[in-house]
């Protein structure tokens, strides 16, 4: 396809409303941080914006099609290999280790995966011949995303590996899942979350405690949710601006330009800033939707369905935690939280949605 021709077919409403939310981001990360010692977030950040746009340009322009088959598993192969050498040669931050350096780049490998998993996911459901699923194909697909799910889950990092559970579930959905089989997915569920309680790290235990009863321990395991929440009340109708948002500034709200930096961006710019947020949201979500209603195939289809349904779980998990409506997982803000990895993944994903749309056009 002619250059001139991808650039006049690109899905620009999708990128200007991904721009739109950079740009939120980009201001609340510099706020956020202005005299901290990571004043230079901001300046980060938009270098990985403009990265992340020169991926996704460059991945809009292959063609979808050739990242499937045979060549997706060797991706998932690639995958599960860099997952194995961050345990072991990863660097070691907060607790974790989820990052390799490479020269000059530290990139966090459980972010990427994401996007081999949507490309393997569909993959595999667009191969098969039949209207509904199968238990064997329900499995195979179940134990593809297990294993760099415990991979992730050992780093520990169990927020990512959580992110992988939508694009599945998403998949499953749509190739048709059986109700009688939908009721047995949802018992083993029931039955296994109690016993899964029991094989968490301390810290997730007490993040599970502390949702449930914050004010149990509000200088320790609940100091995040109640600060949070505090913070965002703050905010109002409009919002108390950078001068006079306490719980930023004063050192309340721990890390305020990534996991939570919808607190800090609630406390500042109140209410009407958050719903302004949300309907850029919905927004960026309904373009996803849209590209994978005008597919030309299924293959299209279940890519941009993955893309949209780990957006929306993003949102929806961090937006939760941040009033105390969810766990603390440290899952970030798509295009908002400060972070190269998340933000380049988040590019990449668009980069594969504008491929599905401009293979429309191709003859």
């Known amino acids: 396809m002619p250059i001139y021709r991808s650039l006049r077919e690109l899905d620009w409403p999708l ?66 290999v860099l997952l194995i050498a961050t345990a072991l040669v990863g660097n070691k931050v907060f607790g974790s280790t989820r990052w390799i350096k490479a020269g000059a780049f530290t990139f966090q490998t459980s972010e990427f995966v994401k996007i081999v998993l949507i ?55 749509m190739a048709g899942l059986r109700w009688k089989y939908l009721l047995v997915v949802l018992g083993i569920l029931v039955v296994t979350l109690p016993i899964g309680y029991h094989f968490l790290k301390p810290y997730q235990k007490d993040r599970l405690v502390s949702f449930i009863y914050p ?36 050192g309340f709200l721990p890390v305020p330009h990534t996991d939570f930096i919808f607190s ?48 929306l779980f993003h949102v929806l998990v961090n937006v939760g935690m941040v009033v105390g409506r969810m766990p603390i997982t440290g899952i970030p803000l798509p295009l908002m939280s400060s972070g190269g990895s998340n933000t380049w993944s988040v590019f990449l994903m668009l980069g594969l949605v504008n491929s599905v749309r401009l293979r429309r056009f191709v003859n």
């Open 264 to 311: 800090s961006f609630a406390e500042e710019h109140g209410f009407v800033g958050v719903v302004i947020a949300l309907v850029l949201y919905f927004l960026l979500i309904m373009q996803v939707v849209q590209n994978a209603q005008t597919a030309t195939d299924r293959a299209g289809l279940y890519i941009s369905m993955g893309v949209a349904s780990l957006l």
């Open 215 to 250: 004010d149990r321990d509000p200088k320790g395991t609940g100091f995040q949710v109640i600060q949070s929440r505090i913070a965002v009340g703050n905010g109002g109708m409009w919002g108390r601006g950078a001068k006079e948002s306490s719980q930023t500034h004063l």
């Open 119 to 173: 490309l393997l996911i569909a993959s595999y459901l667009t191969t098969l011949k039949t209207e509904s699923l199968e238990w064997k194909d329900i499995l195979k697909l179940a134990g593809l995303v297990a294993v760099p799910m415990v991979l992730v889950m050992k780093e520990p990092d169990l927020g990512t590996a959580l992110t992988y559970l939508p694009i599945l579930v998403c998949g499953v959905l």
């Open 15 to 80: 990128l200007f409303i991904t721009l739109a939310l950079c740009g939120l981001g980009v201001l609340q990360i510099y706020s956020a941080t202005s005299g901290s010692r990571w004043q230079d977030a901001w300046w980060k950040q938009i270098i990985w914006i403009a990265t992340g746009l020169a991926m996704m340009w460059i991945v809009s322009l292959v063609d979808y099609h050739s990242l499937l088959g045979h060549r997706v598993f060797y991706l998932y192969v690639v995958s599960v």
